[in-house]
């Protein structure tokens, strides 16, 4: 069958005009070559490819609706572009190559006017349905009439783009030590082909990798409302750490403040028993004297490191020692004669 106008417009075979246009305004806005700088052949290729599908099938929608030609379609399904191309242009008595596309910077100025890419609104002298000028399906895209030229050249700006629309995303410590995954439903306002605006809403996937930290940015790209003659905006979500109610974050590392031990155990030795935030048991053995400030290292028991894949930071346990209140006097002269006071 050839191309499938259909597939490349991303509509099925009952779409109405309002479809088409809106499929038409979306795609056409997200490949054209001036807002892809970085892959232009790409999405040159894709520009065109998608006016020409949006020609093709507005074509048979035109031939159905005003001609009451319901074969077309018929056709289209049934032989693809081929058969398309060999139909009489809508309205003539015959003759072949009926399918004739417009250039593209035509049909991309229909819908948005004095174009937002610099190369102006068909107007007196330019024909609505002009034969291809500079080589090729779609003529004026090489040599000097090039449309695909800097913001710069063109005689009308670039769309602004609003600025980024961001929002936290609060997150636990084991998310943050574990990963997860989140599923966020946002509602925004989109253009219809009519440019009129509706809302929308839509489930969005972020993949929480482990050892994310606080203020890192998740970006969705043309996520957030849209307005006329704008780009869509970008919708950020902002990683923000929720408190735990045992370990504190330093960087990469875990800290474990104010663990009580008695005096006994300061002195004497203890086990320090935790859970970790992956739900893990562990025994620590305190075989060292608890002075003041003294802390406890545990290697690699903290926070993964998102660059260094299987590598985490320490965990730090700091101490807090309990003094007794009262000491009996065999207690206090116990105390002497082991310490040697």
């Keep these: 069958m050839g191309v ?5 417009l991303k509509v099925n075979k009952n779409a109405t ?8 305004r979306k795609l056409a806005m997200k490949w054209h070559p001036d807002k892809n700088p970085t892959n232009k ?32 379609r018929a056709i289209y399904d049934q032989y693809g ?8 242009p809508p309205g003539s008595s015959g003759g072949s190559s009926g399918f004739n596309p417009r250039n593209a910077k035509d049909i991309f100025a229909e819908f948005f006017g004095s174009s937002p890419f610099g190369f102006g609104s068909t107007g007196p002298g330019q024909s609505m349905r002009c034969q291809s000028d500079g080589g090729g ?30 929002s936290k995303l609060p ?7 574990s990963g997860s995954t989140r599923k966020m439903k946002i509602s925004r306002t989109v253009m219809d082909g009519n440019g009129r605006a509706i809302p929308e809403t839509e489930i969005l996937t972020i993949d929480v990798k482990p050892g994310w930290k606080k203020g890192t940015k998740i970006t969705f790209t043309d996520k ?12 950020v979500f902002v990683i923000d750490e929720k408190p735990h109610d045992i370990y504190k974050r330093d960087g990469n590392d875990l800290l474990l403040v104010h663990h009580r031990v008695s005096l006994a155990e300061a002195l004497g030795g203890t086990t320090v028993n935790l859970t970790t935030l992956d739900g893990r048991k562990l025994s620590i053995p305190v075989t060292d004297i608890v002075s003041p400030g003294y802390e406890l290292v545990v ?23 309990k003094f007794p209140t009262k000491l009996t006097s065999e207690q206090r002269a116990g105390l002497r004669r082991a310490l040697g006071g």
Excluded at 17 to 24: E, F, P
Aim: glycine fraction near 8%; include cysteine.
């Design 81 to 88: 572009e081929e058969g398309l191309k060999d139909l009489p």
């Design 224 to 235: 957030g409302n849209e307005q006329p003659n704008q780009l869509p905006a970008d919708l």
């Design 299 to 321: 290697a690699r028991e903290g926070m993964p490191i998102v660059k260094e894949l299987g590598n985490r930071g320490d965990l730090k346990i700091k101490f807090e020692v």
């Design 4 to 8: 499938d106008y259909y597939e490349i």
């Design 17 to 24: 005009d309002d479809d088409l246009k809106k499929a038409y």
């Design 137 to 166: 399906m779609f003529g004026g895209f090489t040599g000097a009439d090039n449309i695909f030229r800097t913001y710069s050249e063109g005689t009308s700006a670039m769309p602004r783009k609003p600025p980024p629309i961001e």
């Design 171 to 177: 997150c636990s410590l084991e998310e943050l030590y």
């Design 41 to 72: 052949n790409e999405a040159e290729a894709q520009f065109k490819q998608i006016s020409e599908a949006y020609e093709a099938i507005y074509s048979i929608f035109l031939s159905f609706l005003v001609l009451n030609d319901p074969q077309k």
